[in-house]
């Protein structure tokens, strides 16, 4: 009987362990990349002393041989033994063995040279910070106070029609002889989707006008019951914070910005609560995290790192 | 009459000698004998031919999807519409679309049965384990096939369904908003988004797909088809064949149920 395969032959354990702490050291090196500098050259450091430590460990045997085969031929009689068995081995070639790693090696430096062009070209845009132009929705006189209006305007009009956003604009009146707007972000916390003012939209009293901002609309709204998702039933209310539904914090909010006159939008941040109502609002402001994303709690160190925006 | 069959054998021999030419340069013509003439069990029944009806599916989604993209603009602002000429205006366009947009799902449902086929009849097991990964590597690529698949016709519902898609990507732990990010070709979706997403569906994963399917497939011929578990020729009692030798197989077949090794 032929014995079979994986019969009768003891499974070896791997020849060495290095090899997690390499692997932890590369690991180290890619977080690095993302984290910070220190944490790459600690990596790095981990790399070359693993590497080190996998190499000799699996050349330990055949360095052992090399020895042993030279002892050997130490010996008269045993000198013709060692000339014939030794070619088996391979040890015999170390020409063959140097071609075989340099061509290896080439290989893989030119490979690399090539690969992280490639890849780099196509993550880049993860590690890329976009900028946009303050947004122009003309004068504040168009927003009636203490009346919610549907703004759409383009974020960055050179890109056209794909980065028409909405916004729910109030007009709180002046605090401090300061003028004071509440500007929430249509887009849901949830799942992202648009969320719609639960209410009457006044399409006769709606302005179009044209600014830098592309095609700017404004309509004005009486939210009653805040604002509702159609995606997935989540409720908000007139601050944008979450009375129902699947959303794990408050509506985002918009920077706002007084022109000579006009009203102007900055950049967009999220908030996980506001308390409060109004221009009396206090809001609890954190950099903008994609939607679904706590940002406060401890479910918030589930995303302790985010790309630029 | 023996001058008669000398003729049609020489007719014969001269049809044949293209595929006589081609089989002494390169055994194509015996590989692809090999292939379609191999020994199956012969309990084999229509179970079996779901992993072919999954390749078919495939192969029709490559078919059509070369068509549509000889039609297709992958532009934000004109791909609706290159879409809508696609299926009103494109002579048979409406069926090349059709047939790519509902054998999308027969592939995706398709695979399903395979896999469960594969589970229930236990043909995941040794020596077929390796064909069981390549398979599970294989799914999720389908599944990425359809999502990217979903936005290319850029209508409010692909829209909106790719921005839920992302954001549940975005919402994984640690390196989801990379994810997101990267799936987005920036912070927000753009135009960059749709032409990434093109890319995905067209080049990068119908390669890698086509790439395992091709080890898919090698495996099934290598390793042979598996019994069905009420087989009277089951494996574990008592097994007459040992397995082939190492080094037989596609190219170097072994005669069944004969030992090579004389030891």
Redesign the interface.
Known sequence: M?P??GQGKPHLPPPSLWPIGFAIGVVCILVGL?VSWPAVAVGAGLTILFGFLWVRDVTAASRRRDLGTELAAGGAESATEAATAAPETGDRFPRSTFLEGATLGLGAVIGGIITVPIVGFA?A??F?H?HHDEVDLGPITNFKEGEFVISTFL??PS?????RRTAYIRNNGFILNKPSFTVLSNRCAH????TQPNGPMFDNRKIEQKTAAGDVTLIPTLPAGGFGCP?HGGQYDQEGNRTAGPPVRALDRYEFYIRNGRLALGKTYSVAEVIGAGASARIKKYRL?????HVDGPEQW???????? | MAGKRDRKEQMKATALYPLDWLEERSGLVGGVKYFLFRKVPGDTDWWHTLGSATLTAFLVQLGTGVILAMYYKPDPNSAYESVQHINNDVTFGWLIRGMHRWGASVFIILIFFHMARVFLFGAYKYPRELNWIVGVLLLPLALLEGFSGYLLPYDQTAYWATVVGININGTAPFLGPYLASFLRGGAEIGPETLSRFYSLHMLLLPGAIIGLITLHLYLVVRLGVSSPPWSKEAAGRGREEPPPDRGSGLVKPSPRGVTRRPD
């Open positions: 032929e079979q395969q993302v993550i845009p993860v890329q976009t974020v960055n890109e056209g029609e794909i980065t799942l992202g989707c648009p995606c995290t994609g939607p679904g994303q589930f995303y302790p790192l985010q790309p630029p925006s």
